[in-house]
């Protein structure tokens, strides 16, 4: 069975500190690997990642890829108040399991001013 | 571009009652997601359609939930009769397509659904 592992499960933090956000999965036929952020309404896409070891950057958020330790970082530096939210990563499957995503139980962050 | 629709936004029922919601993705996109969140967990896959047709819906539980997509653009998912378990935000995801080379994922607002 498909496996996903987010740690820390919340965190707490002021404006201004750096965060890192773990990922480790254990799926089948893995193809990719998505970032979303969820506040109080649907995810919203972050990432996406294919590669081992080539960053994505986006603003202040960034993640990495390692396929052969199966995890993901996603790192906020120079946090914000409107970093708020559950942050989820999703392995897709390929192969049969047509793109399946499963997802992690999310970190909830959140960050005071 | 529209984003995918859902209605409607809140739902209560008592259990052994049965509820419907609805979906409409963004344009052009192939695939179709339900997915169930419950509270303090991270989205569940329930079925994934491609165009009209079902790709997996191992995890639905199919003695009380159905759904259908039958033109390939919106699609409905019915719970008959609900549980108390069934208590989550039901939320439905479009992209393009699994052949496309665009994997990713957009969520409607979901529907909170609360069973007493």
């Known amino acids: 069975e498909d496996k996903v592992v987010q740690s820390p499960l919340s965190l707490v933090v002021h404006e201004g500190d750096t965060v890192t956000l773990n990922c480790s999965y254990e799926?089948?036929?893995?193809?990719?690997l998505l970032w979303y952020k969820q506040e109080k309404k649907a995810p919203t896409f972050l990432f996406m990642l294919?590669?081992?070891?080539i960053e994505k950057k986006s603003g202040r958020l960034s993640s990495i890829l390692d396929k052969k330790e199966l995890f993901s970082i996603l790192n906020i530096t120079a946090t914000q108040t409107g970093d708020s939210a559950v942050y989820l990563c999703?392995?897709?499957?390929?192969?049969?399991?047509?793109?399946?995503?499963?997802f992690g139980q999310g970190t909830i962050l959140t960050v005071h001013p | 571009e529209a984003g995918v629709a859902q209605s409607p936004r809140y739902k209560i029922i008592e259990k052994r009652q049965s509820v419907a919601f609805w979906c409409n993705p963004i344009?052009?996109?192939?695939?179709l997601y339900w997915y169930q969140q419950i509270l303090g967990q991270g989205p569940k896959l329930l079925i994934q359609?491609?165009?009209?047709?079902?790709?997996?819906d191992s995890q639905l539980p199919k003695d009380r939930f159905s759904a259908e997509r039958l033109k390939g653009v919106d699609s409905t998912l019915k719970i008959q009769p609900a549980k108390l378990e069934d208590s989550a935000v039901y939320l439905c995801?479009?992209?393009?397509?699994?052949?496309?080379?665009?994997?990713?994922?957009?969520f409607g607002p979901g529907t909170r659904l609360l069973v007493l």
């Open positions: 995801a479009s992209s393009y397509g699994i052949t496309s080379g665009s994997e990713t994922q957009y």
């Open positions: 799926v089948t036929n893995f193809r990719s």
């Open positions: 294919t590669s081992s070891g």
């Open positions: 999703a392995p897709r499957a390929g192969g049969t399991s047509y793109g399946k995503l499963t």
């Open positions: 344009s052009g996109h192939a695939t």
């Open positions: 359609f491609q165009n009209n047709g079902v790709v997996d």
